[in-house]
């Protein structure tokens, strides 16, 4: 006699989220690509270049009238993309908390971040400010993306799966980052062979990034769900809602504390993942090959660091395992002062150093802080975090920037990141992870 397997209502929910929890890695591997193959590898070199091509005789071009150095342009174009962010992300999040439709929002930015990112391939000749306004948009489009990516964990996840499922998404990103970028060194090393000179290269590179994320985006549109609103009422517009959730926060000092702590060392690992290839290019005359096997090294050993540090966590916890990664990310910058010029091997260990602790760093800290949020104020709370991911991360490139119109070194400017990173490890330091954990009210794992 056959038997019926009956499906509970607990195991339709559970299948429901593995589902929703597939869909939820695929918009990690559709936008991630942009920021490797255009903001990390092809766009600061190209824009650079493109930039020095319009500058007058004393290497300076002027947009709207403002004089600055071609060199700084794109370390420029990137604060004012996260000013951008930090204006339109709490107009957006309110959106999504009052109406519970996430997905038309994140479709939104998704698409208009994919159009900008696939627009580059115009960028040509000396058109760097169309190349700035592009980055600006699409840089602005990804932060909201993000923000309304993040805001899913909580409702795709249990407390206990978190850590394992925010960690897939990393995993994913990295993957599809390393896959692309395999096809972008193949078509820039050979442009020859394919009739193509080195810029068509390079725009079509930059334009592959924009047609990935729009077409990977479709996967999680697919199978994430909308949920009802869990605010009953009207929650109060942008900026404002945004200063209320900080009232709100100001109860919880503890996670607020946590919160400037990674405001701090994140601005770091933002600037460096945005300057690295600037660096590279630039001070150290390092070839574009070059670069992309750096950048896909980095792609590569950030998965296995990730996967790495996330054992050394479930041994130490989170909190030392972020702390040892901000001493390795503080020894590697300074150690990248003193890299010889047209020497791609020590680049490469530069590269290895950066890639074994810029997942896990990440990954844990989404972690973490999911325990520091109350319950029941889940979106919320990842809306202030997503701010505190990209509302600073205006600062390091404007100090990278600044750095490198005052003194004219590309060496100055990357170890000027030193600062970020040793704040952020003394105010981490401080925060009593565990009675903060507590005092928002969430059961204390045993390692944290």
Request: proline residues 4%.
């Amino acid at each position: 006699m056959d038997t019926e397997t009956v499906r509970t209502p607990a195991a339709d929910e559970t299948a429901g989220l593995r589902r929703e929890q597939r869909g939820w890695y695929f918009y990690d591997w559709a936008c991630s690509v942009y920021s490797t193959t255009v903001l990390t590898v092809f766009l600061g070199p190209y824009l650079t270049s493109v930039a020095e091509h319009a500058a007058d005789a004393d290497g300076y071009v002027h947009p709207l009238g403002v004089p600055v150095r071609a060199g700084s342009f794109f370390a420029y174009s990137v604060s004012l993309s996260v000013v951008l962010a930090v204006v339109v992300m709490p107009l957006v999040g309110s959106a999504a908390d009052r109406t519970g439709r996430k997905k038309p929002l994140l479709a939104a930015a998704a698409y208009t971040g994919a159009a900008a990112t696939t627009g580059l391939f115009f960028l040509d000749g000396d058109r760097y400010l169309l190349g700035g306004v592009l980055l600006i948009v699409a840089n602005a489009a990804q932060s909201v993306g993000m923000m309304l990516y993040n805001s899913y964990l909580p409702q795709i996840a249990p407390p206990e799966e978190r850590d394992a499922v925010s960690s897939r998404g990393w995993a994913f990103g990295y993957a599809a980052g390393s896959t692309v970028l395999v096809a972008n060194l193949v078509l820039y090393s050979a442009h020859d062979s394919f009739g193509l000179s080195e810029t068509a290269a390079v725009r079509i590179c930059l334009a592959s990034a924009g047609l990935w994320w729009g077409a990977f985006t479709l996967v999680p549109l697919r199978r994430l769900r909308d949920r009802h609103a869990r605010v009953a009422g009207a929650t109060a517009p942008g900026l404002r809602q945004l200063a209320a959730t900080v009232r709100d926060m100001r109860r919880h000092p503890l996670t607020l504390a946590f919160l400037l702590a990674y405001l701090i060392y994140n601005d770091g690992i933002q600037t460096v993942i945005s300057q690295a290839s600037v660096y590279g290019s630039e001070e150290l005359r390092l070839g574009q090959s070059t670069l992309i096997v750096a950048v896909l090294l980095v792609q590569v050993l950030a998965v296995a660091g990730a996967l790495a540090m996330g054992r050394l966590a479930r041994a130490y916890g989170a909190q030392r395992t972020i702390l040892g990664s901000l001493v390795a990310w503080t020894v590697t910058l300074a150690a990248g002062y003193f890299l010889p010029a047209r020497a791609p091997v020590w680049f490469f260990v530069l590269a290895g150093g950066i890639g074994l602790v810029l997942g896990g760093s990440q990954a844990l800290s989404r972690s973490l802080f999911s325990h520091l949020v109350p319950p029941g104020k889940e979106a919320e709370y990842f809306s202030a975090y997503e701010m505190s991911d990209r509302g600073m991360s205006w600062l390091g490139p404007l100090l990278f920037g600044i750095t490198y119109q005052l003194t004219g070194s590309y060496r100055s400017a990357i170890v000027s990141l030193v600062a970020f990173f040793v704040i952020g490890f003394a105010l981490l330091a401080r925060v009593p992870v565990r009675r903060a954990i507590g005092e928002a009210g969430n059961p204390v794992p045993e390692k944290i």
